[in-house]
């Protein structure tokens, strides 16, 4: 089992839909990051929480410690938001309490058609 | 604007030949990374700098070798790359907490464009 699940993998939308994409995570964890990547390119750090919620723009994040699940929602989505969403978390060695670099969900390919 | 800035943005190489592939922050970040990503596949880690201490991660190839000469600039050196290293490249940095022995991964990531290597 991964310790970073995502879902769904793949999303498609009409224009102006709302969305969420999931991310569930089995590892204790010092942060979770949301990345965006367009086809071709880099990543684009979204954001960065330990806990609640985030807001820029017109996306939120939103993390549940205690269920060790995170969500990342679209509002009024729109076809330039189309892009792969990674999920990744950067996770605590129980042993040692250092921290881990970070561990990737497989992404979500989100496709908004106009 | 501050930023990692990835050099060339696509390379081809041909089998065996070693190729270098450059990273450049205007951060001043203590931490970089390098990742390789194949296609439809999350990123893996490499290796990354600390100031300038080293940490390879236990399954990356000896085929691939890095260098910091400074703060600002970081290389991935492909000693004699395969078809299966044909890859995106991706360089990140951060910046870590004073004090901490490792890079804590509180600190966010910023990425760079990404440097599609090709393998003739």
């Known amino acids: 089992k991964n310790e970073v699940e995502q879902s769904p993998q793949n999303l498609t939308a009409q224009e102006g839909e709302f969305i969420t994409i999931n991310c569930s995570y089995s590892?204790?964890?010092?942060?979770l990051h949301w990345l965006q990547q367009h086809p071709g390119g880099g990543i684009v750090s979204l954001f960065m929480?330990?806990?609640g919620k985030k807001k820029h723009g017109r996306l939120i994040a939103t993390i549940n410690i205690q269920e060790k699940h995170s969500s990342l929602h679209i509002t009024a989505s729109h076809p330039r938001d189309s892009a792969v969403y990674i999920c990744?978390?950067?996770?605590?060695?129980?042993?040692?309490?250092?921290?881990?670099?970070?561990?990737f969900g497989s992404g979500t390919q989100l496709t908004v058609l106009p | 604007d501050a930023m990692v800035i990835q050099n060339p943005r696509y390379q081809v190489t041909q089998f065996g030949k070693p190729v270098t592939l450059s990273c450049s922050q205007t951060?001043?970040?203590?931490?970089m990374y390098w990742y390789q990503q194949k296609s439809s596949q999350a990123p893996k880690l490499l290796f990354h700098?600390?100031?300038?201490?080293?940490?390879n991660e236990a399954d990356t190839p000896d085929n691939f070798q890095s260098r910091r000469p400074n703060t600002s600039f970081c290389f991935l050196d492909i000693r004699s790359p395969g078809l299966g290293d044909a890859a995106m490249y991706l360089c990140?940095?951060?910046?870590?907490?004073?004090?901490?022995?490792?890079?804590?991964?509180?600190?966010?990531?910023?990425f760079g464009p990404g440097t599609r290597l090709t393998v003739l």
């Open positions: 990140a940095t951060s910046r870590a907490s004073p004090g901490l022995a490792a890079p804590s991964t509180y600190n966010e990531q910023f």
């Open positions: 990744a978390v950067g996770s605590v060695q129980i042993s040692s309490g250092s921290a881990r670099q970070l561990t």
């Open positions: 951060l001043n970040h203590n931490v």
């Open positions: 700098y600390y100031d300038k201490d080293f940490n």
């Open positions: 929480l330990s806990s």
């Open positions: 590892v204790g964890i010092s942060a």
